[in-house]
């Protein structure tokens, strides 16, 4: 049922079609610039709000084959039937590997809206 908590458990990402294996997690910021469009005779500040940017962070267990500079469509389904994150455009920025003593290696994978 949209909107109700039934925890992260199923949630999925697929990028350009291919599902993305092994989340440990998934993390969606937007937001969007304020453009400063104040006057010189203004007696208080004003903006107006420029381009969003968008930003999904995955978090996966173990290396894949996914390529920084990477774009196309990616696709979250949350368990709860949301879709934020999802977009159109989207280019791997980043993809950095952690790991610790006893624990998993982890892949973290930076994408961002794109044009």
Same mark, same amino acid.
């Given at each position: ?5 039934v925890?992260?458990?199923g949630t ?6 291919? &599902? *993305?294996?092994g989340?440990?997690s ?8 304020? %453009?400063? =469009?104040? +006057? #010189?005779? &203004? *007696?208080v ?12 962070? %995955?978090? =996966?267990? +173990? #290396?894949? &084959? ?13 368990s709860?039937?949301?879709?934020? +994150?999802s ?6 920025m ?22």
């Amino acid at each position: 049922m949209a909107g109700e908590n039934v925890g992260f458990n199923g949630t999925t990402v697929s990028f350009n079609g291919t &599902a *993305i294996a092994g989340i440990r997690s998934v993390r969606y910021q937007g937001s969007c610039a304020h %453009v400063p =469009v104040t +006057g #010189s005779d &203004a *007696i208080v500040k004003l903006c107006k709000p420029g381009l969003p940017s968008e930003t999904l962070t %995955v978090v =996966v267990v +173990g #290396s894949n &084959a996914l390529s920084k500079g990477a774009t196309g469509a990616i696709v979250v389904a949350w368990s709860d039937g949301g879709t934020d +994150g999802s977009m159109t455009k989207a280019r791997l920025m980043s993809g950095s590997m952690s790991g610790s003593l006893d624990g998993d290696n982890t892949k973290t994978l930076i994408f961002r809206s794109s044009k």
